[in-house]
């Protein structure tokens, strides 16, 4: 498998479930991200991973919660979410400063009931 | 902070025709790189091309190009001979040079649609 994954590629949860979202980088880099996207509006940076350590944590919602075991894997815990949070969330990851490029996956469908 | 900005909710164009899709960036920095993404149906986000801001001469990749003027802060995609598989929204992007994870900001997206 090569580039960014995401699993699942649709989830639809009730507000009372504890889901998580999965993203996997087979490209060797030191970065990775989870980005939200709304219709309608800019694709929101959430969180940012460099090394393994979050750097950066825009305002997002404690219901949500990331989580990077290595350089490798970057997930996203979900809980007591809102409809308003129904969304794509993008995973993206990139080679630290040298990079030029930003690699994302294919996205996760989320709804919310 | 820095902010991006595509005016052009939606475009179109004629199938072989060649189409420019707008952006222009606000930064104090100057040392940067500027991004066209290309997001099909699919969902799937495609870089499309890359510009770092220290080149003057514009990127290009096949049938895409940029128009990068540094001055008035302006990066334009132009797709010539477009096909029907260029039709997606297209986003614009900034990244700072130096820090480690520092991230992508994106412009709204423009839409593409490309007749037949």
């Known amino acids: 498998e090569t580039g960014v994954t995401q699993t699942p590629r649709h989830l639809v949860m009730g507000m009372t479930n504890k889901k998580s979202l999965k993203c996997e980088q087979h490209?060797?880099?030191?970065?990775m991200y989870w980005y939200k996207q709304s219709a309608k509006k800019p694709l929101e940076l959430m969180f940012v991973?460099?090394?393994?350590?979050?750097?950066e944590n825009n305002s997002v919602p404690s219901r949500f919660s990331p989580e990077c075991p290595n350089s490798s894997h970057l997930f996203l815990h979900l809980h007591t979410l809102q409809p308003e949070d129904s969304a794509l969330y993008l995973c993206?990851?990139?080679?630290?400063?040298?990079?030029?490029?930003?690699?994302f996956g294919p996205g996760t469908r989320l709804t919310v009931l | 902070a820095q902010t991006v900005t595509q005016s052009q909710p939606e475009m179109s164009v004629q199938e072989a025709e060649t189409v420019t899709l707008s952006c222009t960036y606000d930064?104090?920095?100057?040392?940067?790189?500027l991004f066209w993404y290309k997001q099909p149906p699919s969902r799937q986000m495609i870089l499309v091309i890359r510009?770092?801001?220290?080149?003057?001469q514009n990127a290009t990749e096949n049938r895409f190009s940029v128009n990068f003027q540094k001055a008035a802060k302006s990066f334009s995609l132009k797709i010539s001979d477009s096909q029907l598989g260029d039709a997606a929204m297209y986003f614009c992007?900034?990244?700072?040079?130096?820090?480690?994870?520092?991230?992508?900001?994106f412009g709204a997206g423009t839409i593409l649609r490309v007749k037949s």
């Open positions: 490209l060797g880099h030191n970065a």
């Open positions: 991973y460099s090394l393994e350590e979050r750097v």
């Open positions: 930064t104090s920095e100057s040392d940067y790189y």
């Open positions: 993206a990851s990139s080679q630290g400063i040298t990079s030029g490029g930003w690699f």
């Open positions: 992007a900034y990244r700072g040079y130096m820090e480690y994870g520092n991230k992508l900001v």
């Open positions: 510009q770092e801001a220290y080149k003057q």
